[in-house]
């Protein structure tokens, strides 16, 4: 029998308020969900990455069937040869010719692919298919484009200020920022003393139940060559646990969040981040909650507003602000090359086994392969910033990045990595690129105190790579930054330097990138 609706529940979209549930009539509808091969495979996923997708999926279905609401749900196999090659597509177009849908309905992904496969999929079956807007965001992308209109820069503050006044967040009765300004940037960013962070409350840990195990033991099978692990995972793969991890985090380490959101420590964990990420990228948790609940702690009294603030500008400012900009500039935005064929490489090898002798980017590696997750200045300032001082191409660092990450999802990888990170749009996120030498990093942690490399050395055996490459990055890019006077200071500090350094610097340069200095 054919049905009235085939209601497609993505894996990044496990919430029952989803508004492609709206509406929906359990006796003429039916709900789909698919894990496929695909979606592990379009990019080298870490298999900690698969399950922290696959698992929350397998307990929203059972969610779903305690609602009693039917279901069609594809799971794979943990037998590798079992619907291999089988991809998104081509399971919906299985499943809109077994059950006749007069309509498809989807709330709108988070991936452009996504979007064009469903657009595609239905267009040859013969259905129509209807997105819906996703409630889980404060700012439509339609609202994000009328904010851009006209505007010659998309300043994240500005954006993030109209944001805070529309939905009243954080703000007096006369419209004015509670404070009196619109953010505490000079009281956050804070590094540890050198005794370092000492004793930080832990995030919360989940031990995977017998639904995790059973993807756990399904992605060790099937996916044996991906890079990580999955053992140590414990992730929240609920609503009710990620509320858990929620509360944790407000209770525990929001108040110390904004003085060390920036700082890194060797051997740490997670320090004083939330670490919820992962589970408001899956729509576990929605932003306006995540929001309420920092508000209400300053409202209250239990956190100091700069970290209140501090957090709220990180998911009703930046996070709101990536997707706009996503939607805004899609599809042509993923091409985009700006530093051209000065930005061409492969990531380096190390970005998948952490074997390296630069203290910062082993430290970094080290927590990124044991529970893909790395801080956003260990992805922005380390890692990122390596990655675009050795010339990595953005595209492909962004697919390492989806890859590794467990909370990547197209829609805030692709304007991070591509824009934010490595300059590849030429500044529409930021307007001038974050490069900075090892003495960024030096100042940031604690990790060149215990590193083979001098951060304050640019050329001899024992000089940092990152501050080799930063001379050699400026050197290469002076006149395509000349005219930016964001960077007038630093083109200023390079010009100081003799003929005969930047030849060293160069040469130096070209050996790291080579591979003919190993790092």
């Not at 209770?251 to 969040?257: C, G, M, N, P, V």
């Not at 709220?312 to 985009?336: D, F, H, T």
């Not at 492969?346 to 970005?351: G, L, M, W, Y």
């Not at 005219?483 to 030849?503: D, G």
Request: hydrophobic share 40%.
């Amino acid at each position: 029998m054919s049905i009235r609706h085939l209601v497609i529940v993505l894996g990044d979209q496990l919430s029952l308020g989803l508004s492609a549930l709206d509406g929906l009539q359990p006796d003429r509808d039916l709900i789909w969900m698919a894990e496929n091969d695909e979606e592990a495979t379009h990019v080298w996923c870490h298999r900690y990455r698969l399950v922290g997708f696959f698992a929350p999926m397998r307990h929203f279905r059972e969610t779903l069937i305690r609602q009693h609401l039917p279901i069609d749900y594809h799971a794979l196999s943990p037998d590798p040869q079992h619907d291999r090659g089988c991809g998104f597509g081509n399971l919906l177009e299985r499943a809109i010719r077994q059950h006749r849908p007069r309509k498809v309905i989807v709330t709108r992904p988070g991936d452009y692919r996504v979007k064009q496969i469903l657009t595609e999929t239905c267009q040859q079956a013969g259905v129509e298919i209807e997105f819906r807007e996703d409630r889980d965001f404060y700012c439509t992308p339609e609202r994000f484009a009328r904010w851009a209109a006209g505007k010659k820069s998309l300043v994240m503050e500005n954006f993030y200020r109209v944001m805070r006044s529309e939905h009243g967040v954080l703000m007096t009765d006369g419209d004015e920022p509670v404070g009196g300004q619109w953010n505490f940037d000079h009281d956050n960013r804070q590094k540890f003393g050198k005794s370092g962070p000492g004793k930080v409350p832990p995030v919360p840990s989940f031990a995977p139940d017998a639904i995790t195990r059973e993807v756990i033991a399904m992605v060790r099978s099937r996916f044996p060559d991906h890079p990580g692990s999955a053992d140590a995972f414990d992730l929240p793969v609920t609503r009710e646990q990620a509320l858990v991890a929620l509360q944790d985090f407000v209770d525990h380490r929001l108040a110390r969040f904004g003085e060390y959101q920036d700082a890194m420590w060797s051997g740490s964990g997670f320090l004083y981040h939330s670490r919820l990420s992962h589970a408001m990228n899956l729509h576990l948790l929605s932003a306006a909650e995540v929001v309420a609940a920092a508000v209400g702690a300053w409202t209250s009294g239990r956190v100091p507003i700069n970290s209140a603030e501090g957090f709220v500008r990180q998911v009703l400012g930046w996070r709101e602000y990536v997707r706009g900009i996503y939607w805004l500039k899609m599809p042509e935005y993923a091409s985009l090359n700006a530093l051209g064929c000065d930005a061409d490489r492969d990531v380096p090898a190390c970005f998948w086994d952490g074997k390296t002798e630069m203290a910062c980017v082993a430290d970094a590696m080290r927590l990124l392969i044991q529970t893909a997750y790395a801080h956003h200045i260990q992805r922005l300032m380390v890692l990122g910033l390596y990655a675009q001082l050795l010339g990595v191409h953005p595209a492909r660092f962004n697919d390492w990045h989806l890859a590794m990450y467990a909370d990547a999802i197209d829609w805030v990888s692709l304007p991070n990595c591509l824009g934010m990170s490595q300059h590849g749009d030429g500044g529409i996120m930021a307007t001038k690129p974050y490069c900075a030498s090892g003495n960024y990093i030096r100042g940031m942690s604690n990790h060149c105190q215990g590193c083979r490399y001098d951060p304050k050395r640019s050329i001899g055996d024992d000089a940092c790579p990152f501050t080799t490459l930063y001379w050699d990055f400026l050197d290469r890019h002076r006149d395509r930054f000349r005219a930016n006077h964001r960077m007038a200071m630093q083109l200023k500090n390079l010009e100081r330097k003799s003929e005969t350094e930047l030849a060293a610097i160069r040469e130096r340069a070209d050996g790291l990138r080579s591979g003919a200095i190993a790092t």
